[in-house]
């Protein structure tokens, strides 16, 4: 098992982990295999080092495993929300995914979801759903091929898109959830801010006050300028807070503007600073890596994809860049898949997969098992995650 409020495999003095007041929500490419999974996986500790390389021998895999699909669809993943979620364009009142399983010939059975937020999102429900039909008429009119190529083609029929979003709390609301996460064991949250500065700085003292010991995961999600986002970490050193991580505090494209804070947050408050929307490829990557822009890149699997996520990992592990994994406003189906991911390579130093907490049901059967900030991971084929297919139509 590991917990979404622990470090995965870290040193026991290592930084506790995160749970959002709100989840994260930006994936620009929504892939139906990002979730995919056919391989039998291990129940695993969070005190248990592991030393495994990221590639787990996927290259060699790719090209020598067959995919030979025999039935592939889609279906809407409808699921409300405990409370809306309201970011600065719109309101969401309930999650608008898309389902996907895949069928191979010899009986094995993959399940996929595809994260959408309206507005938000370069797509709406409607759009994925007509490309995630393309993508499975493809599948089950090819013939067998090695899982590298098959990936490339569907890589070509779902291209990426970029985007951002910026969620709204209150101070009322934020005191409510961080007595709620509290007493369900989370010692550190995650606030979305950007929005306006002195409504965030109100925001985290109500946190402080409701739950006096946590630790802070701020994310602006591009909100500030430059200047705001040092500003911010200056008025909570007057405040006596020292945030665990700032998540993406300029725009995605000022990456001089990310770099500056970056050094002073670092130099002069001792905060580390993470890329998101700035890092939606290996390029991205690579130019965080040359110019020192951030500490840390956070991955999301439906942002990259598998193949993707496993590339950058190798170039920030061997850079020294932090790692954190995130998601969007996703069921149990595609954050079981990226659990395992996270607990089977054991490198990530922030693990972000709570957002089936936001839901108010659960669609998703078997799979991990959820006790306030702990996941637990049985030995179950794949993940073990499944839908009642005929019962999401």
Request: charged share 20%; with cysteine.
């Amino acid at each position: 098992m590991f917990s979404t409020g622990l470090s995965l495999f870290l040193p026991p003095r290592a930084p506790i982990l995160c749970s959002p007041l709100h989840p994260t929500e930006t994936a620009p490419k929504s892939h139906p295999f990002s979730q995919f999974s056919s391989t039998p996986t291990k129940k695993m500790a969070a005190t248990t080092p592991i030393a495994i390389t990221t590639s787990f021998g996927l290259k060699n895999l790719m090209e020598t495993f067959t995919v030979d699909v025999q039935r592939a669809e889609n279906r809407p993943l409808n699921v409300p929300l405990i409370a809306p979620f309201t970011i600065s364009s719109s309101r969401l009142e309930r999650v608008e995914n898309v389902a996907i399983r895949i069928e191979l010939r010899n009986g094995c059975a993959g399940w996929g979801e595809a994260p959408i937020l309206p507005f938000v999102t370069a797509e709406d429900q409607s759009t994925a759903m007509s490309k995630a039909a393309e993508a499975c008429e493809f599948l089950k009119r090819s013939p067998a091929m090695t899982m590298g190529l098959l990936l490339a083609e569907i890589d070509g029929i779902l291209p990426g898109h970029e985007f951002a979003s910026i969620p709204i709390v209150s101070p009322a609301e934020a005191a409510e959830l961080a007595a709620k996460y509290y007493n369900q064991g989370f010692n550190t949250l995650k606030l979305k801010v950007g929005k306006n500065l002195k409504a965030d700085i109100e925001v985290l003292q109500a946190i402080r006050g409701a739950h006096p010991e946590c630790l802070f995961i701020l994310d602006a999600n591009e909100g500030y300028k430059p200047t705001e986002a040092i500003e911010v970490l200056e008025k909570l050193h007057e405040m006596g807070v020292t945030p665990v991580l700032f998540e993406q505090p300029v725009h995605r494209d000022d990456l001089e503007g990310l770099g500056l804070v970056t050094r002073i947050a670092k130099n002069k408050y001792g905060v580390s600073v993470a890329a998101d929307e700035s890092c939606r490829s290996l390029v991205d990557v690579q130019k965080i890596v040359q110019g020192n822009l951030a500490d840390v890149v956070n991955i999301k699997l439906a942002k990259v994809g598998v193949v993707g996520a496993l590339e950058i990992i190798d170039i920030a592990r061997a850079s020294g860049l932090h790692l954190m994994i995130g998601g969007m406003v996703e069921t149990r189906l595609a954050m079981g898949f990226a659990g395992h991911l996270a607990a089977g390579l054991g490198c990530f130093k922030f693990v972000d997969l709570d957002t089936p907490l936001l839901l108010s049901e659960d669609p998703v059967f078997e799979g991990y098992e959820v006790s306030g900030a702990v996941y637990k991971f049985t030995n179950a084929r794949g993940h073990g995650g499944f839908l009642h297919w005929d019962n999401i139509a």
